[in-house]
């Protein structure tokens, strides 16, 4: 079986500072890799995501995720936050070689202040 | 257009009554799924469908039925209702894909309140 821990709830941060929310996984098999974002009062949207290659991966909106198999980590980044990125963001974790079963972690809150 | 859409988007309910939600994708997947969000934030899959066919049924009390008409829909209905049943609710959807796995596209959500 598959676990997420993001260790932090909340983090606030100021506009235009960077930010970097955690996430960890436990897993006996190899794994696919998921940052979801979930904006107030709708679904979760995918914002990245690892599959295999190159363990740095990219969003459009300038989010950025580094896959490490040493430290089972998937952080997320972002140099520059803007008060739109203020939002829940999940990470998530499927095994590989079947099934499409999605675990989540217990989610950010990432608030963007001015 | 919608992609994923529920119905209805709030739903207030007594204890031991029976509801259902609704969920339709126009996407052409194949593949739809029934995912309950805590009052925490914790989500967490309860069925999936592929080509109408149950293939993930956790832990789930069988008070919950899926019920899955066409590829296109897949209803939730709930018996019983109780307190602990408030949450809310999404459904997903995606196609199958070989090789890897696929991305699944989220409904609004359906927040259930259970008085």
């Known amino acids: 079986a598959q676990s997420v821990t993001q260790l932090d709830s909340q983090v606030p941060v100021f506009e235009e500072a960077p930010v970097e929310l955690r996430c960890n996984y436990s897993?006996?098999?190899?794994?696919?890799l998921f940052w979801y974002v979930q904006y107030p009062n709708q679904g979760l949207q995918l914002l990245l995501k690892y599959l295999s290659g190159s363990t740095l991966v990219e969003s459009i909106n300038g989010f950025e995720a580094e896959f490490n198999k040493s430290q089972t980590s998937f952080h997320l980044r972002k140099p520059s936050v803007h008060i739109s990125d203020t939002a829940e963001y999940f990470c998530a974790v499927s095994r590989t070689g079947g099934g499409n079963k999605l675990t989540f972690g217990t989610g950010t809150q990432l608030k963007v202040e001015l | 257009d919608t992609a994923v859409s529920q119905t209805p988007k709030y739903l207030v309910t007594q204890m031991g009554n029976d509801k259902s939600i609704k969920c339709e994708q126009n996407l052409g997947h194949d593949t739809m799924y029934w995912y309950k969000q805590d009052s925490k934030k914790f989500l967490k899959i309860m069925f999936s469908y592929n080509n109408k066919e149950l293939i993930i049924n956790e832990t789930v009390p069988n008070r919950f039925s899926p019920k899955s008409p066409d590829k296109a829909h897949l209803n939730l209905h709930i018996n019983s209702l109780e307190l602990g049943d408030s949450a809310v609710y999404f459904c997903?959807?995606?196609?199958?894909?070989?090789?890897?796995?696929?991305?699944?596209?989220f409904g609004p959500g359906t927040r259930l309140t259970v008085l």
């Open positions: 897993s006996s098999v190899s794994v696919y």
């Open positions: 997903a959807s995606s196609q199958r894909l070989a090789g890897g796995p696929d991305e699944q596209f």
